[in-house]
């Protein structure tokens, strides 16, 4: 725990699936006696908020829900935490002095606030893989201004960082992430065409955020991910594999150019990569449940269908044409998910939608600052919302 001892840590998205993991494996590690925390944020969950500010000892909780400050004002009126509301105060608290900074705010929302942070020169374990997506080379290069480190929180590029060994990154010919396949591996498309999100959220290994979980049913996520391994690991389009493996035990792998595979593996817990970015390089001692391969006994492979699962195919169309493409299928994905869950569209739409509005984006600049990547992304979200609302007015 020494080498922890008064670590400097904020947590964007406390209140979130991968929040609440981190705040566990924070008390874990030694909770208030190890590290200091700057910051907690969160959204319209405002009594988890406070809770876990009290419990960690927070200095700040910021809500992004401007209309919610009242309320947690209330909830830590005496408890000398600092409170703030709205956007601009998220990124404030993004850019205060922390050393370690987990962004886990779910969508392009984690942006702006993990930006400041990386600009700031915070090392940035990085759960939003939104924002790899959308801004890639300029996120990428605002970490290396800031002088920070960047260390992947997502499992599969955690495994893929614990799996590359150093100096050997000439070495590396491919990349293979695996999929659980989500809850629908096996379904036809006439079968997927009618579910609600209420069946979609339903994760066959994991516990996660709801937009995760129904990216995992359409493989979007995977979609996410593809795109966030070429810029976290400077990979070409053709080096990055995907594989459906639905007992999610082996995290992803990196094949090298002698015939070798490194891979990591564990149970489906996030708490595991969560505290390999807290304590990196070290591995710290964690509360988690251990691997029996005995009762495991058999690990499963298949090819992904990208004719079931369309998000694989659109990612690769995003990956060669490159330019701000990710950031439009990310953005256009993001609509489509929200009226998904509305009852709006259908599950199969989502793609169709994030495809035409890539198609009608090809001709879009690449970004060349920041501006154009949120300028991409608005447009993509306007053209989204238009296509739902024309299908609307023709059913
Ligand atoms: P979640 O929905 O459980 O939590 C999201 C967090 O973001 C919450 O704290 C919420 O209050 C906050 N938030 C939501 N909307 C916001 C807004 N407009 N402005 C500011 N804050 C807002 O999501 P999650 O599953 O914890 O995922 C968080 C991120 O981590 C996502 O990018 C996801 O892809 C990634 N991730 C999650 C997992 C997982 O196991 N849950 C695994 C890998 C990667
Ligand atoms: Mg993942």
Known sequence: MAETAGRRISILGSTGSIGVNTLDVVQQLGGRDAFDVVAVTGNAN???????????????????????????????????????????????????????????????????????????????????????????????????????????????????????????????????????????????????????????????????????????????????????????????????????????????????????????????????????ALTYPDRPKLNVERLDFAKLARLDFEAPDEVRFPALRLARTALERGGVQGAVMNAAEEIAFHAFCAGRIGFLDMADIAEQVMEDMVGFDAATTMDDVFAADAEARRRAAETIARREMAA
């Open 46 to 276: 405002v009594e988890l908020l406070a809770e876990q500010a009290k419990a960690c000892g927070a200095k700040l909780a910021v809500t992004a829900d401007e209309a919610a400050y009242g309320m947690l004002t209330q909830a830590l009126a005496g408890s000398g935490i600092e409170v703030a509301a709205g956007r601009e105060a998220l990124i404030e608290a993004a850019s205060r002095d922390a050393d370690w900074v987990m962004a886990a705010i779910v969508g392009t929302a984690g942006l702006a606030p993990t930006l400041a942070a990386a600009r700031r020169g915070a090392d940035i374990a990085l759960a939003n893989k939104e924002c790899l997506v959308s801004a890639g080379e300029l996120f990428l290069k605002a970490i290396a201004e800031g002088g920070g480190r960047l260390i992947p929180v997502d499992s599969e590029h955690s495994a893929i960082f614990q799996s590359l060994e150093d100096d050997q990154h000439h070495a590396v010919e491919r990349i293979v992430l695996t999929a659980s396949g989500g809850p629908f591996r096996t379904w036809t498309r006439e079968q997927m065409a009618g579910v609600t999100a209420e069946i979609a959220r339903a994760h066959p290994n994991w516990s996660m955020g709801l937009k995760i979980s129904i990216g995992s049913a359409s493989m979007f996520n995977k979609a996410l991910e593809m795109i966030e391994a070429k810029h976290l690991f400077n990979l070409k389009p053709d080096q990055i594999e995907v594989i459906v493996h639905p007992q999610s035990v082996i995290h992803s792998m990196v094949g090298y150019q002698d015939g070798s595979v490194l891979a990591q593996l564990g149970c489906p817990d996030m708490r595991t990569a969560i505290g390999y």
